[in-house]
């Protein structure tokens, strides 16, 4: 059983990295991490790619959800707005991708607070009808306002340039994600234990309550609304120069769903929780793919019965059965995992 | 009449049409949400399933008639499944969660039919007649015809059953406080189990009948997200509100389509959504709805 686990001031209990054995592991991930791409294979890198852009967007949508429990089904909008951002900056501005990326928050944080205000006064449902009438709008105007964002036709982004050498290629590219979303993750971490994170989880707990205590709920809320979509937009930055190719079939309710699902299961909250359902929910079609190649060798009447639909039937079910089964998410049996081995062998 | 009144009478008349439909979508999501106050994100799913059911059944050989009834037992019997395995354990859950759970079901109900049925069109062997009545000038087809006749009819279906029968009194009392009602000696759980097994019947009707009406894909639930705005304009828990903001939404979307749609292309699909936005921020109970006040 692992001992000096006492602690003595409140600073010590919100400290990022409790323990020195927290930062070891992490300093052995973070170089295992970036020296991916000298020996991972390039389809690896890639997933990895997208599951930190999923990170980001799931870490927006936790902020705003898990944090706030504002429920939005329109994040996807806000994914949207940034890479249109990035993708029209980079493709007919010439800018910089460093440059582009977070204008593409701002642009997204900017909806964000348009929205944020009306949408003070409505609460559960309702806010979840305000939020997915915002995704719909949003993704007409990115079908339909061609002369910008080329519609139906789609829009296909530079590759990414600094000093003259380029980061197209996914294993360049994987640098770029990486540092956003480590400063992102940190960021977000930092803020959960600072006053404005508090401030978010009273209001989820107890509006009323929280007001009554001295937390204004417009600015908390609309901040909320604000810095949930500067993270999507960032994510939908990155996700403009890691597939090249915008349409709008991509930023539809379907994918605010998959945010939703994520967070769901990864846990509700929780930043370690939205990357791990953001990472689990992107390999999930890769599982659920060798599975079914598995099954179709095993019996042959299954064989090529594989959809992409199957997916999708997968994160309805996962949201179900998370939702039912356990609420808290990956987080919630990963903190009970770690418990039960920290206090092994007085575990009960 | 001149021409452009005649336009203007046409697309209303048009719009009524199409919002019947919507009316008649609508009234599901009220019957649950009075009943158990959820909304049930997974109606429109439920409307497909019923249709491909039915439109299977029909396809095998048996009657319409009866491949109607058939469906409305097993839709009824899905319905009674659904809450034991999914809604029932998230009773006493915070809203967000039950929201949640409901948007679940509907993406995978909707994939697993995509999984089933495919996603080819089909045309269900119609059994309503595809003439036009024609009055000054003004058309309008018998299914669009039907489509009244039905809303109206389930209205009052509706409320008679919410007003004189023990079972709708009993529900109302659950939606209303279910720890009072239970004091009084109603079974939540019966109540909540039969309301979804009857909202599931419903949807089967309805879907069988837009199927009719409309060609039969997986895109027929998507009538369902039109009929959300028709609901929060009316009020989520009254019936006539539902079929007022079913009638309202679809006369708007045909006014706006036949006038815009040549400025704005593809605007008409957006009008409900901005209504829905509208109302929201104006008057979130609807026209019709209960204010829900909050003591502190």
Not at chain 1, 86 to 111: N, Q
Not at chain 2, 33 to 50: L, Q, R, S, W
Request: charge should be positive.
């Amino acid at each position: 059983m692992r001992s000096k686990t006492f602690r003595e001031s409140y600073r010590e209990d919100i400290r990022i990295f409790k323990t020195i054995w927290v930062k070891f592991w992490l300093v052995l991930f973070a170089v295992a991490l970036l020296s991916l791409p000298l020996w991972a294979d390039p389809y690896i890198i890639y997933m990895v790619n997208i599951s930190g852009i999923a990170i980001i967007a799931a870490i927006g949508l936790n902020i705003l959800t898990g944090l706030t429990g504002q429920i939005s089904l329109g994040h996807s909008a806000f994914v949207a707005l940034g890479a249109y951002t990035s993708a029209i900056l980079a493709s007919k501005m010439d800018m910089p991708f460093w440059l582009t990326i977070p204008a593409g928050g701002v642009v997204a944080a900017f909806f964000g607070i348009l929205l944020g205000f009306p949408c003070l006064r409505l609460k559960g449902l309702y806010l979840a009808m305000a939020t997915m009438s915002f995704g719909v709008v949003v993704e007409y105007g990115i079908t339909h306002w061609e002369s910008l964002t080329m519609g139906v036709r789609g829009i296909s982004v530079p590759a990414p340039t600094i000093f003259g050498y380029t980061l197209g290629d996914p294993s360049k590219l994987f640098y770029v994600t990486v540092f956003f979303v480590t400063f992102l993750t940190l960021a977000a971490k930092n803020l959960a234990r600072t006053r404005i994170g508090r401030a978010f989880v009273a209001i989820r707990d107890r509006d009323v309550a929280a007001e009554v205590i001295g937390i204004n709920l417009t600015k908390y809320k609309v901040m909320a609304f604000a810095i949930s979509s500067f993270y999507g937009g960032v994510a939908g930055g990155l996700y403009s120069y890691s597939t090249t190719y915008l349409h709008p079939e991509n930023f539809t309710l379907l994918l605010s769903i998959e945010y939703i699902a994520m967070i769901i299961v990864g846990g509700l909250g929780s930043i370690l929780g939205s990357i791990f359902g953001a990472v689990f929910l992107t390999a999930m079609p890769d599982i659920i793919k060798g599975f079914a190649d598995f099954m179709g060798r095993q019996f042959i009447f299954l064989h090529g019965r594989y959809d992409e639909e199957w997916n999708i039937a997968a994160f309805g079910l996962l949201i179900m059965i998370f939702l039912i089964v356990e609420p808290t998410g990956l987080n919630g049996i990963w903190s009970r995992v770690k418990t039960s081995f920290k206090n092994w062998p007085f575990t009960y | 009449m001149t021409e452009g009144a005649l336009y203007f009478l046409q697309l209303v008349i048009s719009g009524i049409a199409v919002g019947s439909l919507y009316a008649l979508v609508a009234l599901g999501f009220v019957l649950i949400y009075k009943a158990t106050d959820i909304m049930n994100f997974a109606h429109g799913e439920a409307m497909m399933v019923g249709a491909f059911i039915c439109y299977a059944l029909v396809v095998a050989g048996i009657p319409f008639l009866w491949a109607v009834l058939i469906t409305t037992g097993i839709a009824m019997f899905f319905g009674l499944v659904t809450e034991r395995l999914v809604l029932r354990p998230m009773i006493g859950e915070p809203q967000f969660a039950v929201v949640m759970v409901t948007i679940g079901l509907s993406i995978f109900l909707r994939s697993i039919s995509g999984i089933i049925f495919g996603h080819d069109n089909k045309i269900f062997p119609s059994q309503l007649s595809d003439q036009t009545l024609v009055f000054k000038g003004l058309v309008l087809s018998y299914t669009h015809l039907w489509a009244m006749l039905i809303s109206g009819l389930m209205v009052i279906l509706f409320f008679l059953f919410f007003r004189y029968s023990r079972v709708g009194l009993a529900m109302r009392g659950v939606a209303n406080d279910q720890d009072t009602a239970m004091l009084m000696g109603i079974s939540v759980k019966r109540v909540f189990a039969l309301t979804w097994g009857i909202s599931f019947a419903i949807a089967a009707v309805a879907g069988i009948f837009l199927a009719n009406v409309m060609v039969l894909n997986i895109a027929i639930c998507l009538v369902a997200i039109k009929a959300f705005p028709a609901v929060i304009l009316g009020g989520l828990e009254s019936i006539p509100g539902a079929i007022i903001g079913g009638l309202v939404i679809g006369v708007l979307e045909t006014l706006v389509g036949g006038y815009l749609d040549q400025t704005l292309p593809g605007v008409k699909d957006l009008t409900a959504f901005v209504v829905l936005f509208l109302v929201l921020m104006i008057r979130p109970y609807g026209l019709f709805g209960k204010k829900e006040i909050e003591r502190v």
